[in-house]
């Protein structure tokens, strides 16, 4: 009863007036901890986001100018997936249909590592695929990202998370809804994997969910205020809308 009545003020909370409603955000406590969960229906711009005309945009401020000299711009934006010091993507990463990073399959240290690991693919819908699942059937894809582990793997928690695990941290990942729904969450507060697994399998019911980082777990959500900000970012992934949607 305790989530049914949590996945009911996640979506009955109303909208503040004057805000696109390409996605909605909402804080959402479960398990003792708060979360932030942003869902973006089929059909909206999503994009993903790495280099401008030669440097890493590094924030979504960055992203942000340069959207607005097209006249659009960020409706929401997250950090999305793992990066190398100098900024590129550690696994496959796809912009307007360019490849620019290469799928990885194998096994390594770290958690991106932990497999199964997967990709989130923007097609004709969103999707989270497990990459050697992602290897074999090659789907198109617009944008993609890889990170790892998985979280929730066709219902199923990741077979390597336990409840008494002692490594917290703040989290940020997606999950897709069986019908087409992507739910960005990120943790207000540190939590293990297990506890972040739930919150994507009991409350979003998302099957498939993707974990994207710990280290840099960031969220932009005008609706709510937020702005994070920090070191520079790699990949990011962010909603786009016309400049006169959210702005007056």
Known sequence: MRIKALVLALFLAPALPGLAQAVTCRDVM???????????????????FLRGDELPYASFAAVDVALEAKGKQLAFAMNAGMFHPDLDPVGLYIENGIERARLITSDGPGNFGLLPNGVFCVGDGFAVIESRSFAETRPACRY?????????????????????????HYRNGVGVTEDGHAHFVISNEVVNFHSFARFFRDVLNTPNALFFDGSVSRLYAPMLERHDAGFPMGPMIGVVTDLTTVKD
């Open 144 to 168: 993609a990202s890889q990170s790892g582990p998985m979280v929730v793997i066709e219902g199923a928690l990741h077979p390597r998370f336990s409840p008494t695990s002692d490594s917290l």
């Open 30 to 48: 479960f398990d003792g901890h708060s979360y932030t969960t942003c869902d973006v229906a089929p059909g909206e711009d999503l994009r993903l």
